[in-house]
């Protein structure tokens, strides 16, 4: 306490608090492992001051911007991944429909050039029967969904696209699926029985 109020005395800035914003991106297993993504706003100074703190726990770390830029980044970052999660829903509801299994859709594209890391934690549900393969809600996505359509209205911006894959999240949201334990990967389910199909994994059918 004492160094802290000589300090206070030397430099007027100790005086002050300051704001940063450090919002992640990754799973639970990244958590664990001390590899989530940082996405950082603040200023240059704070930045550095706090970036050994962040190193601590975050395998990839990007100073954004300013402090509001790490809240906007992380919702263009959500908006990429959720709207690969309801393209990849509503193209298992169509193979499905057509006769092409989930499994006979995955063994296509795992190992292809539209696979990546989050098709994979997302088709853990789907093909391994795994609930909790990516543990972020379907009530949060819609929620984050709601925020980048009213930060593009503040912008003035035109996003169809952003608006499409809010409304996949509304319909699985308002079908039941604002549970704590109902999570993005489970979307398949919800776009399948609104048009008549079940995607209930294989293995949890057994």
């Given at each position: 306490?004492?160094?802290?109020?000589?300090?206070?005395?030397?430099?007027?800035?100790?005086?002050?608090?300051?704001?940063?914003?450090?919002?992640?991106?990754?799973?639970?297993?990244?958590?664990?492992?001390?590899?989530?993504?940082?996405?950082?706003?603040?200023?240059?100074?704070?930045?550095?001051?706090?970036?050994?703190?962040?190193?601590?726990?975050?395998?990839?770390?990007?100073?954004?911007?300013?402090?509001?830029?790490?809240?906007?980044?992380?919702?263009?970052?959500?908006?990429?991944?959720?709207?690969?999660?309801?393209?990849?829903?509503?193209?298992?509801?169509?193979?499905?429909?057509?006769?092409?299994?989930?499994?006979?859709?995955?063994?296509?594209?795992?190992?292809?050039?539209?696979?990546?890391?989050?098709?994979?934690?997302?088709?853990?549900?789907?093909?391994?029967?795994?609930?909790?393969?990516?543990k972020f809600t379907i009530a949060n996505a819609f929620k984050d969904l709601t925020y980048l359509e009213s930060m593009a209205d503040s912008v003035k911006l035109m996003n169809p696209v952003g608006n499409a894959v809010k409304n996949s999240f509304a319909l699985a949201?308002?079908?039941?699926?604002?549970?704590?334990?109902?999570?993005?990967?489970?979307?398949?389910?919800?776009?399948?029985?609104?048009?008549?199909?079940?995607?209930?994994?294989?293995?949890?059918?057994?």
């Amino acid at each position: 306490m004492v160094a802290r109020q000589v300090l206070a005395r030397r430099d007027p800035r100790a005086r002050r608090g300051t704001a940063l914003v450090a919002r992640v991106g990754g799973t639970p297993v990244q958590a664990a492992e001390g590899k989530l993504s940082a996405m950082v706003g603040a200023t240059d100074e704070v930045f550095a001051r706090i970036e050994p703190v962040i190193q601590t726990w975050a395998g990839k770390i990007v100073h954004i911007g300013g402090v509001g830029d790490g809240h906007r980044m992380k919702l263009l970052n959500n908006f990429i991944s959720l709207g690969y999660a309801a393209i990849y829903a509503e193209a298992l509801a169509l193979s499905n429909k057509v006769g092409i299994s989930s499994e006979r859709f995955d063994s296509v594209i795992r190992g292809g050039r539209m696979d990546n890391g989050f098709y994979q934690t997302f088709m853990g549900y789907t093909i391994e029967g795994n609930r909790e393969a990516h543990k972020f809600t379907i009530a949060n996505a819609f929620k984050d969904l709601t925020y980048l359509e009213s930060m593009a209205d503040s912008v003035k911006l035109m996003n169809p696209v952003g608006n499409a894959v809010k409304n996949s999240f509304a319909l699985a949201h308002s079908a039941g699926g604002d549970g704590p334990e109902n999570y993005v990967p489970h979307l398949p389910e919800y776009i399948g029985r609104a048009n008549g199909i079940d995607l209930t994994p294989t293995k949890l059918k057994r």
